[in-house]
């Protein structure tokens, strides 16, 4: 069984180093000493340089003492603002860790760098028979799933993936996750003095709203969704807005109906472009493509019967949300995301619960196990 207490402790000490995207050097270094002391032969790839950030994806190999399915575990070590100066707290009557209230916990994702550590630290105690394993902490996941994507796959020798990095209790098991198109609309209309002369010009304001007006946005349906998040223009009150960029984006499990969905929006922005007479120049990028794993898989089995042996009922779910499974799915290689008990991620108010912490390191030695 995983030392609960070694466990927290390696939680905290890991939520109180910052660790903002692209600023995990800091905390890959620790991990590199870390993974080496349990025994794993460990590299540092490069993906920092092609993503911008400062360190690369912390690539660990421990080869197996038995024949078996080759497994990796996986977390990320980027978290999201406000995450500077964490101070963690353990709340004893709710048998919660959680944040100060002034900043993010950091459970996504260290809880599942914690419970990986855990695992793989009782596993070499123990002396647990095993087939080869890898573990990877992957950089700049929250914006882009750059480390995923810059990954050097060559390093890599997996048979099935485990990715720790999902909200929700232990026994949940993420099959399905949507794609996503990132979409950016430069609308160029005619600058005019406001005051003087305003008919003259061309409002990109104006063709944006006409088109959002007839927009379909939000949620599209039980598989889609889509949203405009940001927009930016105008140099000032007494000038028709000339120039207005916006950036937005649609999602879907199924890629048919994304394609659809991105195909409406594009049209939207052309129409009102036409209408006014104003020119729009339109970027689609496939930021990542849909998951979709069959109940019946043999990764998915294999996770179900590791959390049967812990006593957790394990079901499987879709999530409209990205992870580093959605890059490796996309290069061929059999993966899941399991949720570890992060709770109101992305926000003050995130906690986790101790008791999730615990079995998702208990279900990480029961599927090497079972492997």
Request: charged content about 25%; glycine content about 8%.
């Amino acid at each position: 069984m995983p030392n609960k207490k070694r466990l927290i402790d390696d939680f905290i000490e890991l939520v109180k180093i910052d660790s903002l995207t692209g600023k995990e050097k800091t905390l890959a270094n620790l991990l590199v000493k870390k993974l080496k002391e349990i025994g794993f032969d460990v590299i540092m790839d490069e993906a920092g340089k092609f993503a911008g950030g400062e360190s690369g994806n912390v690539v660990a190999t421990l080869k197996g003492n038995r024949p078996g399915k080759k497994l990796l575990f996986t977390a990320h070590m980027d978290t999201v603002e406000p995450g500077i100066g964490v101070n963690p707290i353990i709340n004893e009557e709710k048998q919660i860790i959680e944040s100060d209230k002034t900043t993010i916990l950091g459970s996504d994702d260290k809880a599942g760098i914690a419970a990986i550590l855990e695992a793989m630290k009782t596993l070499k105690e123990k002396n647990i028979s095993h087939g080869d394993i890898q573990v990877v902490f992957s950089i700049w996941e929250e914006q882009g799933l750059l480390g995923a994507r810059y990954l050097d796959y060559s390093k890599i020798n997996a048979d099935y993936i485990y990715v720790f990095d999902m909200d929700g209790s232990p026994g949940r098991i993420i099959t399905k996750a949507s794609a996503q198109d990132k979409i950016t609309v430069k609308i160029i209309g005619k600058a005019a003095h406001a005051g003087l002369n305003p008919e003259n010009g061309i409002s990109a304001l104006k063709v944006a709203s006409y088109a959002i007006e007839n927009m379909n946005l939000f949620r599209i349906d039980e598989e889609t969704t889509a949203n405009l998040g940001m927009i930016n223009g105008g140099t000032g009150t007494n000038s028709v807005m000339s120039e207005l960029i916006i950036h937005g984006e649609a999602r879907s499990l199924n890629e048919k109906k994304l394609d659809k969905q991105t195909n409406h929006m594009v049209d939207c922005f052309k129409e009102a472009a036409s209408k006014f007479g104003a020119q729009v120049e339109i970027e689609v990028e496939r930021v990542y493509d849909a998951v979709s794993i069959d109940e019946n898989d043999e990764i998915v089995q294999l996770a179900k019967k590791a959390f049967e042996n812990i006593g957790i009922e394990a079901y499987t779910d879709s999530t409209g949300g990205g992870s580093d499974v959605n890059v490796y799915a996309g290069k061929g290689y059999k993966s899941v995301n399991l949720a570890i008990g992060m709770t109101n991620a992305h926000s003050v108010n995130e906690f986790i619960k101790i008791e999730d912490l615990y079995n998702s390191s208990r279900v990480i030695l029961e599927l090497i196990k079972e492997a």
